[in-house]
T-cell receptor
């Protein structure tokens, strides 16, 4: 099973809303990632969690707040977003950190209005 | 730092023919992994194939093979017997095993269209 599950698949939120994106994997992977992807562009890394600890933050604005409650779950809390934050948000996991293949979820298409 | 370069414009291939998607890379690491992903219009990023930098044989996965030329720093994807469902965006990516380069770095991608 190489499944990473993301919810919701689509999300429309206002600039004053607070929402959360959720990601779950049951492959025993110890590294989990959040990526942001604009149309026809490659994914951009936002955060990396390794063994449930935040190991990389790619200078992401504080209106994005990641959380790793346990080794299977990864959340991305959203607050006071801007329209330019509208994008596809992809979660991924890998067996360990670098050098191993990452498996992605189907993504959440976020629209900020 | 590591860098992936995909320079081909959109590619077209006739159904049932083979196609090669080019990828070159640059890294200061001695150990690294190279990956190809497929992204259909639905948005899901699908892992296709992996090549380790110390693997002497080219990786194969069904209709996908990776033509790994370490000295040239290239990792081209070959898709044999193209199918209509292969129409998608394809990303080449790499990551080192430790440190700052352990994150997955993507090329800009290439759009493949399979013609019936």
């Amino acid at each position: 099973d190489t499944e990473v599950t993301q919810t919701p698949k689509h999300l429309v939120m206002g600039m004053t809303n607070k929402k959360s994106l959720k990601c779950e994997q049951h492959m025993g992977h110890r590294a989990m990632y959040w990526y942001k992807q604009k149309a026809k562009k490659p994914p951009e890394l936002m955060f990396v969690y390794s063994y449930e600890k935040l190991s990389i933050n790619e200078s992401v604005p504080s209106r994005f707040s990641p959380e790793c409650p346990n080794s299977s779950l990864l959340n991305l809390h959203l607050h006071a977003l801007q329209p330019e934050d509208s994008a596809l948000y992809l979660c991924a996991s890998s067996q360990r950190g670098g050098g191993t293949e990452a498996f992605f979820g189907q993504g959440t298409r976020l629209t900020v209005v | 730092a590591q860098k992936i370069t995909q320079t081909q414009p959109g590619m077209f291939v006739q159904e049932k023919e083979a196609v090669t998607l080019d990828c070159t890379y640059d890294t200061s690491d001695q150990s690294y992994g190279l990956f190809w992903y497929k992204q259909p219009s639905s948005g899901e990023m699908i892992f296709l194939i992996y090549q380790g930098s110390y693997d002497e044989q080219n990786a194969t996965e069904g209709r996908y093979s990776l033509n790994f030329q370490k000295a040239r720093k290239s990792a081209n994807l070959v898709i044999s017997a193209s199918q209509l469902g292969d129409s998608a965006m394809y990303f080449c990516a790499m990551s080192g095993y430790t440190g700052a380069n352990s994150k997955l770095t993507f090329g800009k991608g290439i759009t493949l269209s399979v013609r019936p």
